[in-house]
């Protein structure tokens, strides 16, 4: 933890550490770990802020999570679920670029 602290990690533009953290462990052993999907159902909840404003709310229920095909390791679902300190590096572009053309094509 206190090397992530310093910064001395040289993440890329635009990519930042997600460490999750098992809640019933003092200590544990970190794995390296790639984002694992999380299974939403298909509902949501209508909710208002303190503003008044409405916002729709996914995750109410009880969630599954799964690894992703073709990749191998452990995803941070796995690590916290074996009581282990999950780093991820994490990208910020969600992009679908593989529906772009077929968006186009639809409009």
């Known amino acids: 933890v206190s090397k992530i602290r310093e910064g001395s990690f040289p993440l890329p533009a635009r990519q930042f550490l997600n460490i999750n953290i098992p809640s019933n462990k003092q200590e544990a052993e970190i794995k390296v770990t ?3 999907y999380r299974h939403y159902v298909n509902d949501s ?3 208002r802020n ?3 404003e409405e916002f729709h709310w996914l995750g ?3 969630l599954d999570f799964s690894s992703r095909e073709g990749k191998t390791g452990m995803t941070d679902f796995d690590a916290i679920e074996s009581g282990y300190i999950s780093i991820t590096p994490i ?3 969600l992009s679908a670029y593989k ?3 077929a968006l186009e094509e639809w409009l």
Do not use: N, V
């Open 34 to 36: 790639y984002a694992g």
């Open 45 to 47: 909840h209508l909710h």
């Open 50 to 52: 303190p503003r008044g």
């Open 60 to 62: 109410l229920h009880p």
């Open 91 to 93: 990208m910020l572009d």
């Open 99 to 101: 529906s772009m053309k």
